[in-house]
Protein backbone atom coordinates (compact mmCIF):
# COMPACT_ATOMS: atom_id res chain seq x y z
CA UNK A 1 0.00 0.00 0.00
CA UNK A 2 1.33 3.27 -0.97
CA UNK A 3 0.16 6.77 0.76
CA UNK A 4 0.46 9.62 -1.28
CA UNK A 5 0.15 13.24 0.58
CA UNK A 6 0.04 16.29 -1.61
CA UNK A 7 0.69 19.97 -0.99
CA UNK A 8 0.23 23.20 -3.57
CA UNK A 9 -2.13 24.08 -5.40
CA UNK A 10 -4.30 26.99 -5.22
CA UNK A 11 -5.56 30.24 -7.50
CA UNK A 12 -3.58 31.55 -9.82
CA UNK A 13 -3.45 34.25 -12.39
CA UNK A 14 -2.96 33.35 -16.13
CA UNK A 15 1.09 33.47 -16.73
CA UNK A 16 1.85 32.66 -13.30
CA UNK A 17 3.25 29.31 -11.67
CA UNK A 18 2.37 27.06 -9.09
CA UNK A 19 4.40 24.27 -7.57
CA UNK A 20 2.73 20.89 -6.48
CA UNK A 21 4.38 18.33 -4.31
CA UNK A 22 3.64 15.12 -3.08
CA UNK A 23 5.29 12.90 -0.90
CA UNK A 24 5.05 9.23 -0.72
CA UNK A 25 4.14 6.54 2.44
CA UNK A 26 7.45 4.75 1.00
CA UNK A 27 10.59 4.92 -1.30
CA UNK A 28 10.29 6.54 -4.23
CA UNK A 29 13.27 4.54 -5.68
CA UNK A 30 11.30 1.48 -5.53
CA UNK A 31 8.12 2.54 -7.44
CA UNK A 32 7.86 2.20 -11.49
CA UNK A 33 6.61 5.56 -11.44
CA UNK A 34 5.06 8.66 -10.15
CA UNK A 35 3.24 11.18 -11.85
CA UNK A 36 0.37 13.87 -12.03
CA UNK A 37 -3.08 13.73 -13.60
CA UNK A 38 -5.69 16.25 -14.10
CA UNK A 39 -9.89 15.99 -13.97
CA UNK A 40 -12.22 18.60 -15.42
CA UNK A 41 -15.79 17.72 -15.72
CA UNK A 42 -17.20 16.65 -18.75
CA UNK A 43 -13.43 15.48 -19.40
CA UNK A 44 -11.42 12.20 -19.34
CA UNK A 45 -8.58 12.22 -16.85
CA UNK A 46 -5.34 12.98 -18.44
CA UNK A 47 -2.05 12.12 -17.37
CA UNK A 48 -0.08 15.44 -17.40
CA UNK A 49 3.36 14.51 -16.89
CA UNK A 50 5.08 11.45 -15.23
CA UNK A 51 8.88 10.43 -14.13
CA UNK A 52 10.24 6.50 -14.30
CA UNK A 53 12.37 5.08 -11.86
CA UNK A 54 14.76 5.83 -14.04
CA UNK A 55 13.90 9.34 -14.32
CA UNK A 56 12.66 9.43 -17.30
CA UNK A 57 9.64 11.73 -18.61
CA UNK A 58 6.59 12.52 -20.61
CA UNK A 59 4.15 15.24 -20.85
CA UNK A 60 1.28 15.89 -22.24
CA UNK A 61 1.47 17.59 -25.44
CA UNK A 62 -0.23 20.89 -23.88
CA UNK A 63 2.38 21.57 -21.16
CA UNK A 64 5.34 20.64 -23.04
CA UNK A 65 8.10 23.40 -21.95
CA UNK A 66 5.53 25.11 -19.44
CA UNK A 67 5.47 22.56 -16.29
CA UNK A 68 8.69 20.28 -15.34
CA UNK A 69 8.29 17.26 -13.21
CA UNK A 70 11.05 16.02 -11.23
CA UNK A 71 11.84 13.67 -8.19
CA UNK A 72 13.91 14.44 -4.96
CA UNK A 73 14.52 10.39 -3.73
CA UNK A 74 15.42 11.52 -0.16
CA UNK A 75 12.31 12.68 0.28
CA UNK A 76 10.03 10.27 -1.14
CA UNK A 77 8.65 13.56 -2.76
CA UNK A 78 7.65 14.52 -6.22
CA UNK A 79 7.28 17.93 -7.84
CA UNK A 80 4.90 19.49 -10.65
CA UNK A 81 6.57 22.88 -11.65
CA UNK A 82 3.65 24.68 -13.29
CA UNK A 83 5.13 27.90 -15.34
CA UNK A 84 3.02 30.13 -17.59
CA UNK A 85 -0.14 28.84 -16.75
CA UNK A 86 -3.05 29.47 -18.89
CA UNK A 87 -7.13 28.63 -18.27
CA UNK A 88 -7.03 25.26 -19.81
CA UNK A 89 -4.96 23.87 -16.97
CA UNK A 90 -7.69 24.30 -14.64
CA UNK A 91 -8.51 21.25 -12.90
CA UNK A 92 -8.48 18.86 -9.69
CA UNK A 93 -4.42 17.35 -9.79
CA UNK A 94 -4.24 13.91 -8.45
CA UNK A 95 -0.44 12.76 -7.44
CA UNK A 96 -0.03 9.13 -8.93
CA UNK A 97 2.29 6.46 -8.04
CA UNK A 98 2.74 3.18 -10.11
CA UNK A 99 4.03 -0.17 -8.74
CA UNK A 100 5.51 -2.74 -10.86
CA UNK A 101 4.30 -6.41 -10.50
CA UNK A 102 6.07 -8.47 -13.77
CA UNK A 103 2.80 -9.02 -14.81
CA UNK A 104 0.99 -6.13 -13.76
CA UNK A 105 1.06 -2.30 -12.52
CA UNK A 106 -1.00 -1.24 -9.49
CA UNK A 107 -1.90 2.44 -9.20
CA UNK A 108 -2.20 4.33 -5.99
CA UNK A 109 -3.88 7.76 -5.70
CA UNK A 110 -3.44 10.89 -3.58
CA UNK A 111 -6.29 13.48 -2.77
CA UNK A 112 -7.19 16.03 -5.94
CA UNK A 113 -5.77 19.40 -5.06
CA UNK A 114 -7.71 22.10 -7.66
CA UNK A 115 -5.80 24.23 -9.67
CA UNK A 116 -7.37 27.81 -11.52
CA UNK A 117 -5.90 29.68 -13.61
CA UNK A 118 -8.07 32.99 -13.50
CA UNK A 119 -7.80 35.57 -16.85
Known amino acids: QVQLVKSGGGLVQVGGSLRLSCTAS????????MGWWRHNVGKPRELVAQ???????NYTDSVKGRFTISRDNALNTVYLQMNSLIPEDTAVYYC?????????????WGQGTQVTVSS
Open 26 to 33: ISIASLYA
Open 96 to 108: NAQTDHSSYILHY
Open 51 to 57: ITVDSST
